[in-house]
């Protein structure tokens, strides 16, 4: 009830009548309303004198003046201890302090009875605090009993000689002057003194760790997540030289959603990918997992590079609408040299040729993955022997005080005096751009070098083509053509005749389910070789199980026996291709 309203309503009371009467179970209000009736019956209208309304003396503390200084810091819940001249003595703690770290005499200096101010790095700071007389504040730091204080030392001027806080004054008969606090205006001034204030802040300290402490753990658990997400090794396709760097953020970075992988197509083909989830934390490292594993899906498909992005662009949605990311994926076909390349919102790939001069790849790119509703489409870069691309994330060349830009110029000085082989370009690209351990992002980086290869080196990759007209002909032509490259290309007899059998067989399946033109490879390189037919038609062939009496349909089988691995996919101009390959003996 609100005993304030109810006072304004009666005549002749005060607000502070609301308060209730420590001798009345009635609130005051009540009770004055009862006197006034009473005070209406006597004659003269006057209140007859009660104990209940005779006037008393409001009850107020102390002035502030009436106190003391050492009445005042002495009431104080906090550790105080004041210390004069320049050796820092001792000249009185409070009841605070005593409790906090036992008592301690007067008179001797800090140094030698207050032991707690060197371990809160306090005793550094009296000389600054008594020349300066500015003060100084160490915050929450920790004593060997496992407490923390935070620490401010206040200057004090210097107090009348003679005397301590709170002492009596003898000119004035054991009393103290009128002011109250100890000083006597008859002495001369003596030393001036600093303040020590210690407020214990052991609950604000532990509730900090604990803070600490989870947030490291939660870091800790991304970076494990992230690393695990990651190719924990590289696939290294026979014509490139690859190598990668992954930096998480400095400890007060969040980890992010950085990635990249290789894929070997077949082939010799070979696809790059690196993105970056927008965001921070376990949330981002678990998408960008979801991300790398469709695009590996994906990859075997054997897409072209707009449509695996505009793949992962539906899937991104699903994924979590409200997370988006951005991406790079890149083919490269050694008898192409160039990369195919479809970009959605991520930083353009740099490639140095082998006299240093750096090109950009200048295609337009389209917006992050997961906001749908565009076209994606594939460009070109070429990659010729002796040149080096790189593909990174934004961490590396992205900075507050400058234009990302300028950070992608930067990179680019940097990589045309870049050379070495491909995890040494990457560190000295990571070094030049000023990425260290607390770098405030993480950052990925995917070095790709196309290696010039001459002399012995040289001849362990070798092609040869031959085109098909047609016929009945074309099988037999294709099997003598195949025999006499084996034979040059000096493989054992029995590599040699498997090989004949598999050109046979992907020959006799073009010419029986695709349409001119048809092209025969033979490709071989330090590791495998390679057999590819190629025609006009699109349709892809798929492996199945020939019923007994059917006379066609095991070509595809055959193939798949024989050969350590296989596949088909559609080419750009229209039509297919349909491959296998050989691993070399060792």
Partial sequence: MNFTRWSARLPGTQRRAAARDDRSPVPAARAEYAQAQAAASLPDGTLPAT??????????????DDLSAREILGRLPVAVALLHGPDHRVAYVNEAYETAFGPRPCGAPAAETLPELAELSVLPLLDQVLRSGTARTVKSRRTAGGSSYTVTCTPVAPWDSGEAIGTENPKTDGKTDDRGDGRNEGKGKGEGGVLVYAADVTDHAEAAERLRTSERRHRETAVTLQRSLLPQELEQPDDLRIAATYQPGGTDAA??????DVITLGAGRTA????????RGVRAAAVMGQLRTAVRAYARLDLPPHEVIQLLDV????????????CVYAVHDPNEGQLVYASAGHLPILVRDEDGTVERAADPTGPPLGTGGW??????????????????????????????????????RALSGAKGSPQVVCDRLIRSLGVTAEHDDDVAVLVVQHPARTGADAELFHNAALDLLGGIEAAPRARAFATGVLTSWRFPAELRDLGVLATSELVANSLQHGT??????LRRTDRRLIIEVTDGDDHLPRRRQAEPADEAGRGIEIIASIATSWGSR??????????????LPR
């Fill in 51 to 64: 104990p209940d309304t005779a006037s008393a003396p409001t009850a107020t503390g102390p002035a502030l």
């Fill in 255 to 260: 980890v992010g959603g950085d990635w990249y």
């Fill in 272 to 279: 790059l990918v690196i993105g970056d989830v927008m965001g």
């Fill in 315 to 326: 899937l991104a949605s699903e994924i979590d609408a409200t997370q988006i990311a951005t």
């Fill in 375 to 412: 076209i994606h489409t594939s460009g070109t870069i070429a990659l010729p022997p002796g040149s080096t691309a790189v593909l990174y994330t934004d961490g590396l060349v992205e900075r507050r005080s400058e234009d990302i830009d300028e950070g992608v110029a930067s990179l680019a």
């Fill in 516 to 521: 001119p033109p048809m092209r025969l490879g």
């Fill in 570 to 583: 559609r080419t750009p101009g229209g039509g297919k291709a349909v491959w296998c390959e050989f691993a």
